[in-house]
């Protein structure tokens, strides 16, 4: 990997990542759509799986919106999926499911679709390529993350940026910006609750994630269908999975880190892809703040998910499964909304994070006060990358250099020939 002397910080990535926009087809704003109050926006559902449902329906459930498109390579998922919304959308008064795409092209069907928002929930190594698409087709997008698996795609998208610029609404999946404790919590560190922060530790220990085909499909089918366990298609469990916290690391410091020490290993699941199992970061970020991350993916049963933040004046933490707290000169303790404001953790700090990220989304597409959130997206997935590559070369790695090696990859999946 080619090393650069200075680091590239936050400023001069935008700069080089707003250099590639030369070339794209701008999202012309006659074909972006808009809305009034009281209409119904459509959705396109651009990716099947699991996530993907999941999104959807929170869109559908939070919001005033009908999924009336979907793509998928495979037929299967896209039944499974129709037979999920119909009764859903039916029940509630609106449209079923009006037109479905199966196969490689999907994409691009669903991309020249008359959908007002499509969500891309697909494997993380085609978002550059159907981002760009459903673009050009003049829609609004959410994006799921990573938005890509290497520095070139992360790259791609962060130059999108600026075609959808005032045109269109684009998110990514990163709802925990959007919890309510958790943004109660990161605007009370920002304030100086307990300081300058001075140390950050964060963990995702999780369980191991299902299977999926059978002995009859084709080897490049079950490696579709198990895109997690593949890099090339989902990056790694450190991008693919435990970048929500690294996410929320640079929230908190406002920052993406200026180099990175990590270590990865295949310690208990190695029956199956070539991702890793368990990661030992330490990320370096300005004025020498260091924060260090653990994660697992193979425990039996789910584990925990967290971060912690030092200062001079006190800490902080915060749990996926609860208890986010401030303690020390400035103490906080979420309220729980009752008549007397009395404080209660709340068991579930997640549980209204995506209900008022969608909630969000369609509003600013409602007023027309566009969302646009490929840069953050794209340093996000790029922090992550970071941290696998360090791992990966054994070596410490700065951001400048990381941008500096333009890594691509291609993945040995002929999507055309499944």
Known sequence: MPKSSNPVGRREFMKSSAALTSGLLLVKPETAFGSNANSRLDVALLGCGGRGNAVAEDFVKNTNVQVVVLGDLFQDQLDATEQRFNPLQDGMGRSKVKKRFVGPTAYQEVAGSKADIVIIATPPYFHPQHLRAVLDGGHHVYLEKPVSTHVRGCME?????????????????????????????????????????????????????PRRGNASMSSAERKIRNWVFDRVLGGDIIVEQNIHILDSFNWILGSHPLRVRASADRKVRKD???????????????????????????????????WRCFGPKG????????????????????????????????????????????????????????HNQLKQGAESTLTAILCRQSAYEDK???????????????????????
């Open 157 to 209: 998208v962060a130059s999108l940026a600026a075609a959808a610029e005032g045109k269109a609404s684009v998110d990514v999946g990163f709802q925990i910006r959007y919890g309510s404790q958790f943004v109660q919590q990161t605007r009370r560190l920002h304030e100086g609750a307990i300081g300058d922060i001075a140390l950050v530790h964060g963990f995702y220990f999780a369980g191991d994630l």
């Open 272 to 306: 199956i892809g070539d991702v890793s199992d368990e990661y030992t970061v330490t990320l370096f970020y300005p004025d020498d703040v260091r924060a260090s991350f653990a994660s697992t993916q193979f425990l039996p049963l789910w584990g925990t998910v967290g």
């Open 315 to 370: 800490f902080s933490e915060a749990f996926y499964s609860g208890g986010l707290v401030i303690k020390g000169e400035n103490p906080w303790e979420p309220t729980a909304g009752t008549t007397a404001g009395e404080k209660r953790p709340e068991v579930d700090p997640l549980g209204d994070a995506t209900p008022l990220k969608v909630k969000a989304f369609v509003q600013s597409i409602i007023d027309r006060n566009y």
């Open 396 to 418: 410490e790695i700065t951001w400048g250099e990381l941008l500096a090696s333009d890594q691509h990859w291609e993945t040995d999946v002929d999507i055309t020939r499944l």
